[in-house]
């Protein structure tokens, strides 16, 4: 950590906790190293303080006084009733990662991370189609689950430029790619093998005017069935 003002306020804390038996815990934010939520800057948050000897943590009201004392920032806290107080917090909102929830036994601690469904679709699509995965493993299967799915609209202005254009090349082709099996289906140029099993596809989703289904029909029932080979395409068209 470079020697700023936070820095030597930050070791401070560190070393006065460590003179007294007790050991600070933090996490490091740092705004270059995103992977869902956006941050203007970096910076260190201390999220607990843990008695070396005992175990125990300190209360959050007492973590509160430290880090006004120190001039350090410190996690907030919430409390829930149960699991789905919990769940009705986290997935009700946009642009947050979750929580950390600290279970208190009368022998110890349990301490688990539980994140939001927002974190969960927009972690997909941005570690699946940016660099933290490596090449070899990216793909835009998520993004296309997304765009399918009608959710793309709400997370596509949350995404970085780059990833940004990537998901609307994806969507053009995968758009594409659809339009021209849905013309061959109904312009039988497919070979038989294909058309058969669309034909059954469509059969056993019900769907008995095959004359008149229109295209968005025609994605909603045939997308399942060739998400991934569409996938294998749209990746190969996007290196």
């Given at each position: 950590m470079e020697k700023t003002e936070e820095g030597k306020r930050i070791q401070e804390l560190i070393r006065d906790l460590d003179e007294l038996g007790y050991t600070p815990l933090f996490e490091y934010v740092d705004k270059d190293m995103r992977l869902t939520v956006k941050y203007d800057e970096s910076f260190m948050v201390l999220t607990g303080v843990r008695n070396k000897a005992t175990g125990e943590f300190l209360s959050h009201e007492a973590i509160t006084k430290l880090g006004d004392i120190y001039g350090v920032k410190v996690a907030k806290q919430y409390e829930f009733k149960n699991k789905e107080d919990l769940l009705n917090f986290i997935n009700g909102k946009d642009n947050f990662e979750g929580v950390v929830v600290r279970f208190d036994f009368k022998d110890g601690s349990?301490?688990?991370?539980?994140?939001?469904?927002?974190?969960?679709?927009?972690?997909?699509?941005?570690?699946?189609?940016?660099?933290?995965?490596?090449?070899?493993?990216?793909?835009?299967?998520?993004?296309?689950?997304?765009?399918?799915?009608?959710?793309?609209?709400?997370?596509?202005?949350?995404?970085?430029?780059d990833i940004r254009s990537k998901v609307e090349k994806i969507k053009e082709l995968m758009i594409s790619q659809l339009k021209r099996l849905h013309s061959s289906y109904y312009n039988n140029k497919l070979p038989p093998a294909v058309k058969q099993k669309i034909d059954k596809i469509l059969y056993e989703n019900g769907v008995k005017d095959m004359e008149n289904l229109t295209f968005d029909d025609f994605i909603k029932f045939i997308y399942p069935h060739y998400r991934k080979e569409l996938s294998r395409k749209i990746k190969k068209a996007l290196n």
């Open positions: 349990l301490i688990v991370k539980v994140k939001s469904d927002w974190y969960f679709k927009h972690f997909k699509i941005l570690n699946t189609l940016g660099g933290a995965l490596g090449e070899k493993k990216q793909t835009p299967l998520y993004a296309m689950d997304a765009i399918i799915a009608g959710e793309m609209d709400d997370i596509i202005t949350k995404l970085p430029d």
